[in-house]
C-alpha cells in the first residue's frame, strides 16, 4: 500500500510509553531519528537508556501520573503530534477460571484502562494541528479472526479493547485530522516475549514507528502487521 510519510519530524513530539526496554525504545529511538521531541515515557526516568530523548515520568495506572506528564509536555514542547501507547504487562497465562482477580485487574488496567485514560488527556493536544496520530501496540492474540483460545485471558481481552479504542478514535475524531491505527508487532525478543522469539525489538518497533510518521490524510482506523493491514 503507498502511504505518504514524513521523511522527517523535525517540529514534531512524540510520547512513546514504555519507553524504557524492548519495543518501546526502539520506537522512541527511531523517531528521534527522524528528528521528532521524543518524550519516552517510565515509571522510572532513570531506566530509560535511550539518547537524545527527554525521560518522562509516566505510570499509566496512575492518573495524577498521566495528567502530569501531558502536562509537561504542553509546557514544554506546545504540541503533540504522536502518541504510541506500547506500555503492557502479560498477565497471567491460566485460563480464565483458574486466573487471579488481581492480576487479571493489573492487566486490564496497564493494557487497555491507561490508553484510554491518557489518550483522553492527550486528545486536546493531538487534535489541536491536523494529522495528530495514535498508534496502539497491539496484538494478534487480541484479534477475533485469529482464534482466542490459548490461556492469557486478561491479556487477550485487553488487546481486543485497544483495538475497539483504535476504531471508536477513528469514527469520533477521523473528521477531525486524527489518524488511529493499532499495530501488531508480532513475537518479539523482549520481557515479555522471550529469548526464543523470532524477531528483534527493532523488527517489532518497524510498523509502529512507520504508522507514527503518516502524514495527515493517511490511512486510520485499522489493524496492521508489518506494514499491511490485517483483520481485525
Request: proline share 6%; glycine share 14%; net charge negative.
Amino acid at each position: 500500500m503507498a502511504v505518504q510519510t514524513y521523511d522527517s519530524l523535525r517540529g514534531q513530539t512524540v510520547l512513546v510509553t514504555g519507553a524504557t526496554r524492548g519495543i518501546g525504545a526502539a520506537v522512541a529511538e527511531e523517531l528521534s531519528g527522524f528528528g521528532a521531541i521524543v518524550y519516552a515515557g517510565a515509571r522510572r526516568p532513570s531506566d530509560v537508556s535511550v539518547a537524545d530523548v527527554r525521560p518522562l515520568r509516566l505510570d499509566v495506572t496512575d492518573d495524577a501520573s498521566i495528567d502530569a506528564a501531558v502536562g509537561r509536555i504542553e509546557t514544554e514542547a506546545g504540541r503533540l503530534d504522536v502518541l504510541a501507547n506500547n506500555a503492557g504487562v502479560a498477565g497471567p497465562d491460566a485460563p480464565l477460571h483458574e486466573a487471579d482477580v488481581e492480576a487479571i485487574d493489573a492487566t486490564l488496567g496497564t493494557n487497555l484502562r491507561g490508553p484510554v485514560v491518557l489518550t483522553r488527556r492527550a486528545l486536546p493536544l493531538l487534535l489541536a494541528r491536523e494529522g495528530g496520530r495514535v498508534v496502539n501496540v497491539s496484538s494478534g492474540m487480541g484479534a477475533l479472526g485469529e482464534g482466542m483460545g490459548g490461556g492469557s485471558p486478561a491479556y487477550r481481552i485487553s488487546k481486543t479493547g485497544l483495538n475497539g479504542l483504535t476504531a471508536y478514535l477513528h469514527g469520533e475524531y477521523a473528521a477531525e485530522g486524527l489518524l488511529a491505527n493499532a499495530v501488531c508487532p508480532g513475537w518479539v525478543r523482549t520481557d515479555m516475549g522471550g529469548a526464543s522469539a523470532p524477531r528483534s525489538p527493532e523488527e517489532g518497533a518497524d510498523t509502529v514507528a512507520w504508522l507514527a510518521r503518516f502524514r495527515p490524510g493517511g490511512p486510520s482506523g485499522r489493524f496492521w502487521r508489518d506494514r499491511e493491514r490485517i483483520p481485525w
